[in-house]
């Protein structure tokens, strides 16, 4: 018998066609992978980047680790800035109008808003880019076999990977979610319930068929 499956976690960007990598941008196209390496060795090797990344445990929001959940809390702050600007500056706006036309000054409240106006429509596009985030990401629960290296910060690089569940982060469509969890046959849990995926994982996260063989994933 062959050491026991590891569980880790791990984040995908969501493409047109389905999950992808964040480190390489190859697409995982069905729930099994196996990693392979351009150089022709095994795959993961010590000195080498190969194998199909995880971490050990359940990814904090922010965890630096994972590109995209890393960004989120960034994205959240930028958004808070912006908006909390534009109403700011909405409201510096009237009241310097009031004061101009008070005074009669309706040439200079005119051109003063006009200038003020170009710049909010600046902040709020700002605050619309950044709060559309360029590519929806997914969390997910793999559980890794084979070959499995370990590192001290609790990231693991492993020679294959099964999706057991996905994981649907602050700000990402429940439809979509759903939808590529009906496409992988895994079930999708919201990011907040920890405790009910990991109570599902422990029931079911070792159900592995140990001669399966799936794609290919080069640094996933």
């Not at 960034?74 to 008070?102: E, H, I, P, W, Y």
């Amino acid at each position: 018998m062959g050491p026991l499956p590891v569980l880790g976690f791990r984040e995908w960007v969501v493409a047109r066609h389905g999950l992808v990598s964040t480190i390489e941008g190859r697409p995982w196209p069905a729930a099994v992978m196996e990693a392979s390496c351009v150089m022709g060795h095994p795959a993961p090797l010590d000195d080498c980047t190969c194998g199909i990344y995880a971490l050990d445990g359940w990814p904090r929001l922010g965890d630096r680790r994972l590109y995209e959940h890393a960004a989120a809390p960034l994205r959240v702050v930028a958004v808070a800035l912006l908006s909390g600007c534009l109403v700011t500056g909405l409201g510096v706006l009237l009241a310097m109008d009031r004061n101009l036309v008070a005074q009669g000054l309706w040439s200079t409240a005119v051109a003063m808003t006009l200038v003020m106006l170009v710049g909010l429509v600046g902040v709020a596009a700002a605050d619309l880019a950044i709060s559309r985030a360029p590519q929806p990401y997914l969390l997910g629960a793999v559980v890794l076999t084979g070959r499995i290296l370990r590192y001290e910060n609790g990231v693991l690089r492993a020679e294959r990977a099964r999706i057991a569940c996905l994981v649907r982060p602050p700000a990402v469509s429940q439809v979509l979610a759903a939808r590529l969890a009906e496409q992988l046959g895994v079930p999708c849990f919201d990011w907040w319930e920890r405790k009910r995926a990991l109570r599902y994982l422990s029931e079911h996260g070792d159900l592995w068929n140990r001669g399966a063989s799936g794609g290919q994933a080069v640094g996933s």
